[in-house]
């Protein structure tokens, strides 16, 4: 069952990027580890010129997917920042540590952001670009 539910959400993960125009898929690696373990790693190229680097390390607990850990990255055709979530644990003082969000010139308190709501704020942001 929980192989399942991996399998679901890798499937609309891809549904989400196929329905994106302008957007690429460089890389999709989804690997499943075990029965309640997998992996994902994705880059998606927007208009060409921005990049949306994907990792996350994923658990099923209760039928439901979570992440361990993660990183959304998201710069620009000149390799420039323009966000950065991720858990890495090196903000103790953030109310949401370890989550945060890296902007270009700050670091900001955020909660754990999930994968549609990264692609949906990435897509938005190319929109107003172009």
């Known amino acids: ?10 499937d609309a993960v891809e549904q989400q990027l196929s329905a ?3 957007a690429y898929v460089e890389q999709f690696s989804a690997v499943i580890l075990t029965s309640e373990r997998a992996n ?3 880059r998606v190229r927007f208009s060409g010129r921005y990049l949306l680097a994907i ?5 099923v607990i209760d039928k439901r997917i ?15 920042l323009i966000f950065r979530y991720d858990s890495t644990p090196h903000f103790p003082d953030i109310s949401t540590f370890p989550h945060h969000k890296h902007l270009s010139e700050t670091v900001v308190a955020t909660d754990k952001p ?5 692609l949906e704020e990435a ?3 190319v929109e107003i670009e172009n």
């Open 66 to 80: 979570s992440q361990i850990d993660y990183r959304y990255h998201f710069q620009d055709e000149k390799n420039q």
């Open 20 to 22: 994106t125009p302008n």
């Open 1 to 10: 069952m929980s192989r399942n539910a991996l399998k679901d959400y890798f």
């Open 40 to 42: 994902l790693k994705l």
């Open 114 to 118: 999930d994968i549609f709501r990264v």
């Open 123 to 125: 897509i938005a942001l």
């Open 55 to 59: 990792s996350e390390a994923l658990i």
